[in-house]
Every structure is written in C-alpha cells, then in structure tokens.
C-alpha cells in the first residue's frame, strides 16, 4: 500500500507542476546552512545530490506547520503553495513515530551524530541573525537558547509577531499548530468549512510572508504529523492517504 500510494503522490505531484525531491529530515538543517552559505559540520548529512538552485540568499523564512502534508494541499488547493512553492520535498523518516512533531522538530534542528549541534545556535555563531516564534512547551525542541525566541500562545500571535520580524533576520523560524488542534478537535475528520478556512489563512498568511520579503529571500514551508498519533474518523480514500502520506515540505527559492 505504502508503495502505491507513494507512486501516486509522485504521479500527483508531477501534475500540480512541482519538483520533487526525496530527502531525509536530517538534511533539512544541511539545506538551510548551505542557503545561508554557512559550511556544513560532519555531523550533518550531506545534500550534494540535491540540485538546488545556485541562488544567492540574504534570507530564510523556516515555516514549520504541525500536521500538514501532501493530503492537504490536494484536499484544500492552497493556490499560493501551489503556484508558487516549485521544489518539493518528500520528507523520509525511520518511522512514522519520527514523522511526528517532536521528533521532527529534533531532526532539524540538533544532530543524532552530536550532542553540541544545534542549527540555530550554529548560525548564531557564525554571526547570522536568527530568530524563533513559537509555542512555550514547543521551545527546548528547536533551542536552548531562549534569548533567540518569542513564545506565543497562538498561530495568530506568531502570525504576527513574525510578519513584523521579516527582513530583520537571516534566519526566521515560525511554527503554527492550529491545524493539529484542528485535527485533534474533531479527530482527523473536521467539517469541510473550518478546515477550508484554516487552509485559506495558512495560506494567506505565506503569500504575505513571500510579498513582504526582500528579494533574496527563500521560503520553506514543513509540514508533519502531527503533536501525537490520532485517531481517525476519516473513511475510504481519504484515510488511506492520510495513514500513508510522508512529512512534506515545499522550497520557494528567489527568481
């Protein structure tokens, strides 16, 4: 089944226009210092078989959404993703229990091979502007260093404080939750009405994010599975793609 509908995913992805790359979560970190053009320590794996855009970027805008992934884009047709998010990811993991939001959280940003790695106090060293919008208990996930942080008790609140951080900033790092509390609410099957609307202001709110950007700047969207396992009041279709979708990210590079 995993295999099947992996086919069919490419087969979709190749129809919405995009790239897609297959990458592990661990080379996500890997990406976004080589966008940065800071060099790559050992402990992170390499990205030289990705054919990344040989662009020159001033600025990365990290937007990390907790349970969002490829299902979502084609349920809901976000048209600023679609139309403008070229290269795709297709995000492996060991497990599906890694595809969750911590542990891809850890993915990103620290190293299984380190105990000292850490992506956003590694720019910080290399004198790189960073700063991190987020969630109070989802804070240790991404760093110790709380200096470089702003905790928010709402996606709205992050919205907000991160469209004001723009162009401030060579890494901007923002995590929204509301479609998991979302899926949580209403067990993975929530009405089609709120779910468009959650999907709408996500979406808007990236098309702002881009508009508001310097030119040099890349955006990269995440998604995952989610805080924890749910169950699902999904049927048919719709619940084999959700059980068997990857964690999925877009890149939207300069032009």
């Excluded at 129809?15 to 897609?20: A, I, R, T, V």
Aim: glycine content about 4%; charged content about 25%; proline content about 5%.
């Amino acid at each position: 089944m995993l295999q099947k509908e992996g086919k069919e995913k490419l087969e979709i992805v190749e129809d919405l226009g995009l790239k897609p790359f297959e990458i592990t979560a661990e080379q996500i970190p890997s990406i976004v210092l080589k966008l940065l053009g800071v060099e790559r320590p050992f402990c992170l794996p390499s990205i030289d078989d990705l054919d990344l855009p040989a662009k020159s970027i001033d600025q990365v805008i990290l937007v990390i959404i907790d349970n969002f992934s490829l299902f979502e884009v084609i349920t809901y047709q976000p048209m600023f993703m679609i139309k403008n998010l070229e290269y795709l990811l297709l995000i492996k993991t060991e497990s599906k229990a890694k595809s969750l939001s911590g542990p891809m959280l850890e993915s990103i940003f620290y190293s299984k091979e380190s105990l000292t790695f850490n992506l956003i106090s590694a720019l910080n060293d290399n004198n790189k502007q960073v700063k991190v919008h987020v969630r109070e208990e989802d804070l240790p996930k991404i760093t110790k260093d709380f200096s470089l942080a702003v905790t928010e008790t709402t996606d709205v609140n992050i919205y907000v404080k991160g469209l004001k951080a723009v162009n401030r900033n060579d890494l901007l790092v923002l995590h929204f939750s509301d479609f998991d509390e979302m899926y949580t609410r209403y067990s993975m099957n929530p009405p089609e009405e709120i779910a468009s609307k959650v999907m709408r202001r996500t979406d808007k709110w990236l098309s702002l994010f881009s508009q508001q950007s310097i030119e040099g700047t890349a955006l990269i969207v995440i998604g995952n599975d989610g805080k924890k396992p749910l169950e699902m009041n999904l049927e048919g279709r719709a619940a084999e793609w959700k059980r068997a979708n990857l964690p999925i990210g877009f890149i939207k590079f300069p032009k």
